[in-house]
């Protein structure tokens, strides 16, 4: 077993979780009772049940390597999961610190969550 995989497909797993349960509440249904246009409205709402299936596949997976024996593909499939939050969490911070706001870092947290699981995902690595 892979114990860096298997914390970081939990903690990606609660990720998820923190997702459908704050996201619903904080971004989502303020978005969808907002005077924005249906099109861009049901653009914006799907796009954030991709990203709830994203992170629950991201959480299978990495659950699925640390607990199956190694094969040859286990590293590349878990340093691609560890660049996809990289990515993921470079997106928030760029956006939190280039708007302009005080205390940017604690705006916009969910970095906060996806950073650990880049980079235990890179620790499980070879």
Do not use: C
Not at 14 to 43: C, E, I, M, Q, Y
Not at 52 to 68: G, Q
Not at 102 to 119: C, D, E, F, G, Y
């Amino acid at each position: 077993m892979n114990g860096w995989l298997l914390a970081a497909g939990v903690t990606a797993a609660g990720v998820a979780g923190v997702h459908l349960v704050a996201g619903h509440r904080d971004p989502v249904r303020p978005l969808l009772t907002s005077g924005l246009a249906d099109v861009p409205k049901r653009t914006l709402h799907a796009v954030w049940h991709l990203v709830s299936a994203d992170l629950a596949l991201a959480a299978a997976v990495l659950i699925y390597l640390a607990v199956e024996p190694q094969s040859s593909g286990t590293d590349l499939v878990a340093l691609f999961v560890a660049v996809h939050f990289i990515a993921y969490s470079a997106v928030f911070l760029v956006i939190t610190v280039s708007a302009g706001w005080s205390k940017p870092l604690l705006r916009l947290p969910q970095w906060m969550l996806l950073l650990p699981v880049a980079i235990m995902s890179w620790l499980g690595t070879g």
